[in-house]
């Protein structure tokens, strides 16, 4: 059964880049026809699909932070890479990794698979 762990620093300071990695056990990423995916929530907001990396490698952002965003992979650890540029306090935010069965470019999806999120603040 697959399971996604976040990992990555809990404060931010603004103007700095946010880079979570998310670990996964259980599937191999290159596998398969999987889409990667990072979502967000902000206190007291919906969720908010933030990008996905596919099985084959390509990349997909939303695009309202496709400008800041770059997700990527190393097949070697079994890994998946979010990083954030420019952050500032709205940034703020439970930060999810998700496994989809397909693109799904929502905050909700059905059949995807949650890590259990990790506290992201940006704070000076």
């Known amino acids: 059964q697959v399971q996604l762990q976040e990992s990555g620093p809990g404060l931010v300071k603004p103007s700095q880049t946010l880079s979570l990695t998310c670990t996964v056990s259980?599937?191999?990423?290159?596998?398969?026809?999987?889409?990667w995916s990072w979502i967000r929530q902000p206190p007291g907001k919906a969720l908010e699909w933030m990008g996905a990396i596919a099985s084959r490698g390509s990349t997909y952002y939303s695009p309202s932070l496709k400008s800041r965003t770059s997700i990527s992979r190393d097949t070697s650890k079994n890994q998946f890479t979010l990083q954030l540029n420019s952050v500032t306090p709205e940034d703020t935010a439970v930060y999810y990794c998700?496994?989809?069965?397909?693109?799904?470019?929502?905050?909700?999806?059905?059949?995807?698979?949650w890590g259990q999120g990790t506290q992201v603040t940006v704070s000076s």
């Open positions: 259980g599937a191999s990423i290159p596998t398969g026809y999987y889409y």
């Open positions: 998700a496994r989809d069965l397909g693109l799904i470019t929502t905050g909700q999806a059905t059949g995807r698979k």
